[in-house]
């Protein structure tokens, strides 16, 4: 091996890898410098010129003449008779300055010099991509799905760099196969054993947040502020926006015309239903907006432990709460209080409390009915069979059933 080929195999590495001019030239320096100290004891008096355009490497030896009987530093010194088989004028005292070649270090020597160039190359690669991402942190990135695991995806990204999609961060419905475009947002950069681990997510409100800057110009050029994002991923999503210009709607500007601006996003989020209302620092207003699309009759706020009641009509409670509770638990994420909703009393001494019935309807139906705000005879009656079905877990036959059971109290 001659020095060119060691040159252009570091040329390799610098055009695949990206690695600066300055960067490289140091690490050339270092690497043969390393080389030296161990094969003469030191590299004090010796010159590296490297021209990494032509490919071209040259070390020099600075050696001062000596008598032949006074030569004792082979590294520093060169008797007079060595000297003058180089030139004839040499005369003692002065210095001399020869080329070592590459090819006198030995074969083990060159090994072992190019092993630690790619080590080098390989750490400064790792630095590189790490401080990358660690500045990318909370950017949407697009990658190319390259294998598919059980509990996480390799994504790589336009420079082949390798990033992880967890499991745990992939929305529900997601259905990845390898050369699928995938995009997601780097949530988190780490070392790991030395080696740069990026993560990525499709679940974190910072994804939806960015594909909102994305598609919203208004929110990209900071017309829109985005106060809050609570998502349940797949789900459903509540979005509280507010914008300081009185021109700008800014509920109508995400929404757009007929939902053409947040189509892409629902799309992207794999159907997830998303709420953009707008916020307000008034606190019964705010949590009216987050029980959207509930009409609230009354609110009770209490402060001192972030708690607020709210009382409905029957046949908004299940509007509230939402299919397994999820509307009031983002409403209360989104507005930081604790919410607990409560039917408006009606005087009805015919109606009859669900638990009433457990003799004939098992408890755990029940609760079914109680997670939608039913929790009466007639607020079940009240609601549409195609409501009940829609609204809860059962099937419905169960729900026929218990219909019939209830309707027969009244009968």
Not at 33 to 42: A, D, E, T
Not at 162 to 188: C, M, T, W
Not at 224 to 248: F, L, Q
Not at 384 to 404: A, F
Request: aromatic fraction near 6%; proline fraction near 2%; hydrophobic fraction near 40%.
């Amino acid at each position: 091996m001659d020095n060119m080929n060691l040159i252009e195999t570091f040329s390799e590495f610098k055009e695949l890898k990206n690695i600066d001019r300055a960067t490289m030239m140091s690490v050339l320096e270092d690497v043969f410098r390393n080389v030296l100290i161990r094969q003469f004891g030191s590299d004090e008096n010796f010159d590296i010129i490297i021209n990494v355009d032509k490919g071209d490497l040259e070390i020099w030896r600075n050696r001062v003449v000596v008598e032949d009987d006074q030569f004792e530093d082979p590294t520093r010194e060169i008797r007079l008779s060595d000297a003058k088989k180089i030139d004839t004028d040499y005369e003692v005292g002065e210095d001399v300055t020869d080329e070592v070649k590459l090819a006198d270090f030995g074969r083990r020597s060159i090994l072992n010099l190019r092993q630690n160039l790619a080590g080098k190359i390989m750490e400064l690669e790792k630095d590189h991509i790490y401080g990358k991402y660690k500045k990318r942190i909370g950017d949407i990135i697009t990658g190319e799905v390259y294998q598919v695991w059980k509990k996480e995806i390799l994504v790589l990204d336009d420079e082949g760099n390798e990033l992880l999609l967890p499991k745990n961060e992939q929305i529900p419905s997601d259905f990845f196969r390898k050369g699928d475009s995938v995009r997601a947002v780097v949530v988190k950069v780490e070392l790991r054993n030395n080696t740069p681990l990026i993560i990525l997510s499709r679940t974190s409100p910072v994804f939806l947040e960015r594909l909102f800057e994305l598609e919203i110009p208004e929110i990209f050029d900071g017309l829109i502020t985005i106060k809050k994002i609570v998502r349940m991923p797949g789900e459903r999503a509540k979005v509280a926006v507010e914008s300081y210009d009185e021109r700008i709607d800014p509920v109508g500007a995400c929404v757009g015309m007929k939902g053409s601006r947040i189509h892409g996003i629902v799309r992207e989020l794999r159907n997830e239903n998303i709420d953009v209302i707008n916020f307000s620092s008034n606190v019964q207003l705010y949590i009216r907006r987050a029980l959207s699309p509930a009409k609230i009759s009354s609110i009770r706020i209490n402060e001192s432990n972030k708690k607020a009641d709210v009382y409905l009509k029957p046949n908004e409670v299940s509007l509230a709460i939402g299919k397994g509770g999820l509307n009031i638990k983002l409403a209360s994420q989104l507005t930081g209080y604790e919410i607990d909703v409560y039917r408006e009393i009606e005087e009805d001494d015919e109606d009859v409390n669900l638990d009433e019935f457990a003799d004939e309807i098992e408890s755990w139906i029940i609760d079914e009915f109680k997670n939608i705000g039913c929790d009466t005879a007639k607020s079940v009656l009240n609601m549409s069979r195609e409501d009940l079905i829609k609204r809860t877990d059962l099937e419905e036959e169960t729900i026929d059933d218990v219909l019939r059971i209830l309707r027969s109290e009244f009968e």
